[in-house]
């Protein structure tokens, strides 16, 4: 979403498309550097939970689990009890 943050640097584990992706986002203005940070200037959508927090976190993330909601709840608990699993 637009003004969320991600890492200005990624990691070097990260993988080719992961940077390719991050430096696209980049030249095409959705993410833009602000400091020592990384912006998002618009909202984007990704292919994947893990594409995104990849993304965000500039190394390579399981985004069923990266991802976490004000109460702590991971996206893959989240989704479990909304599937009744």
Known sequence: MAGSEATATAAPS?????SSLREELLARGVLVVQGERLVFA????????????????GREANGRTAWVDAGGRTLRQIQEVESGG
Not at 14 to 18: K, V
């Open 42 to 57: 618009q909202d984007h959508v990704f292919s994947s939970p893990s594409t995104a927090a990849g993304v965000a976190l």
């Open 14 to 18: 990260a993988s080719a498309g992961l």
